[in-house]
């Protein structure tokens, strides 16, 4: 990075209303000197893909507690694989088992954040990683 | 999470402590602490005016607390075993979940259901869903929590046709719907139609369970996903009443008498955190909400200034890490329960932060509830901590606390409006934010997480495991339910239920008709798109 601010995209994919989460880390990340982009909730796939490429976001971050993360991610990064949209970077929190961590990231998510991660840990991560 | 902010001086002694709703701790309380206090005006016994003692003279020792686990999962067979099982374990109420599709109104094979079918609650789309999850289940012994709110109109029929299809008189059935959007849009999402429209659907099911099904409360008001989205206690407590005020408020409008319908309404009130700052917050809620029945809307008959409800302990108190913490914390949160009078007992099993609770984590939280009435004294007496010097300054001070959070909102406009404008998310969302900057400097304590904390060896839980199958099973019974129906006859009730809808009619009884011709809930529910629009959530940052 080479001092622009990071843009982050999070989003609520699928059905799941818990968001408290998403807005305590939207505050965090923009508190922190990021731009954040908060999707709202109930988004499509294709709506967030489709609000990634309006935002030119660095980051899509998805937020899902109901425990559809694994078909919702595959289907992410398949479409931004299709969209040839590879370069952003995409992570994940919420309530995420241990044992799905290994999975996620072997579909390409670089980063999994399970309830609890520490403010710190999540933005030190996204400005190691992000380009 | 943990109750207060503890501040310490340099040798280590806790020099000052914040509760939540912002009241400051002395270290002793005595009389100079109570100086106006008039016990009739204040408390009263219980079962009088404020009520701030509970609503009724015996409390547990003539009728004990509901006790009411959250469960459903998969099919309706799955859930009719899982209710079974809770039934013969000693629970005297149900509280069903249902899963993402179903409370957003969408069919089993809509598109945008993939995944979710049955995941976190059981799947409904049509009457036969609720034929086979209530075979066998007394619906005239047995009350039925019903988590629904923005479809909870066509949910409340199908309960009924049930109801009356196992032949139980609809003056003996209780079901208790959610039934409140505004907490949907500011806490939980499952919102469909915008604000006014929804509020209307509410009001609707109020009206007609008053009189066709007396003993349902049509409306559960929840201050509890608001709390669990991050709100102080006393904002709790004031947000549900202000939702509250606007279904009242619409009701009245339509020349509905308020104590025709009062009585019937109920609450959902979040606990965890600070023991003495949670009885207060109920108590003085008890005589708040009693004294706004009489004065403000003029009710006559002492039930609609009763505070009723379900305080249960929640969520938001239970940890990811050390989870067998949880049962302990649970304990807690039912004895706050019992020492504040609840009608109805919940608790959040030990594994919710990971899991649906397996039927083992479910029995602990049902065996903790029992524990407390049976072996523990609570059922003895009524409110045990009336009369400290303490709590009784704590409930004035959580009072006006309160107060002073309702003002807020009315000076906002009302609770519609400060929903649609976003003013409430944007409070809740930024209390979430400080509680949880607070809790990572280690401001507030919360055990197994910024104190004492094992870095190796968390406990391995055992995870409900998602049936992918469930979802066939229940899209091949939708399916042979679509092929049998009376086609003609679901088309005139959906037409019928159109035309009600646009000329702004109490929909329920055509919502009735389309629910025993088998219309499926998402054929109803866009109906209601075509004729209400949808919610466009307000941007929050």
Sequence with gaps: MTGEKIRVLLAKPGLDGHDRGAKVVAQALRDAGMEVIYTGLHQTIDQI???????????IGLSVLSGAHMPLCAKLMRRLGEERLSHIMV????????????KLKDMGIQGVFPGGTSFEESIRFLRENVR | MGG?????????????????????????YGPGDLPDFDYQR??????EFPFTRGIHPGMYRIRPWTMRQYSGFGTPYETNERFKFLIAHGQTGLNVAFDLPTQLGLDSDDPLAEGEVGRVGMAVDTLRDFEVAFADIPLDRIGTGLTINAVA????????????????PLDRISATPQNDILKEMVGRGNWIFPVEPSIRLIGD???????VMPRTNPVSICGYHIRESGCTPAQEIAYAFEIAMTYIDHVLQRGVDIDEFAPRLS???????????????????????????KEKYKARNSRSMWLRGLFGGGGGGLTKEQPLNNIVRGAYYALISALSGTQTMALCSFDEAYTIPTPQAAIVSLRTMQILLEEMGLRDTVDPLGGSYYVE??????????????????????????VEMGYVQREVARQAYLYEKALQEGKIHKVGVNIYREEEGEEEIELHAYNPAAAEVQIASLNEVRKTRDKRKVATTLRDLERVARKGENVMPYVLEAVKAYATLGEMTRVFKEVYGEFREPSMF
């Excluded at chain 1, 893909?49 to 980051?59: G, K, R, S, T, Y």
């Excluded at chain 2, 204040?42 to 079962?47: A, F, R």
């Excluded at chain 2, 300054?393 to 002073?404: A, F, G, N, R």
């Design chain 2, 153 to 168: 109109n066509i949910i409340l029929a199908m309960y009924q046709a049930t109801a009356e299809k196992y032949g139980f």
């Design chain 1, 91 to 102: 992570v994940v929190g919420g309530v995420i088992p241990k044992g799905d961590i290994g």
């Design chain 2, 267 to 293: 609450f959902n009130l979040d606990i965890f955190g600070n023991i003495f700052e949670q009885v207060a917050k109920f108590r003085a809620a008890r005589r708040i909400w009693a004294r706004l029945m």
């Design chain 2, 393 to 418: 300054s704590l409930t004035e001070q959580m009072e006006e606390k309160i107060t002073e959070e309702m003002k807020k909102v009315e000076e906002m406009g009302g609770m519609a409006h400060a």
């Design chain 2, 42 to 47: 204040d408390l009263g016994n219980p079962g």
């Design chain 1, 49 to 59: 893909i489709n609000a990634a490429i309006q935002e030119d976001v660095d980051v």
């Design chain 2, 4 to 28: 207060a902010t503890y501040i310490k001086n340099e040798r280590g002694e806790v020099e000052e402590v914040i509760l939540q709703s912002g009241v400051s701790v002395k270290p002793v």
């Design chain 2, 205 to 211: 099911t109020i009206e007609y369970s008053a009189r």
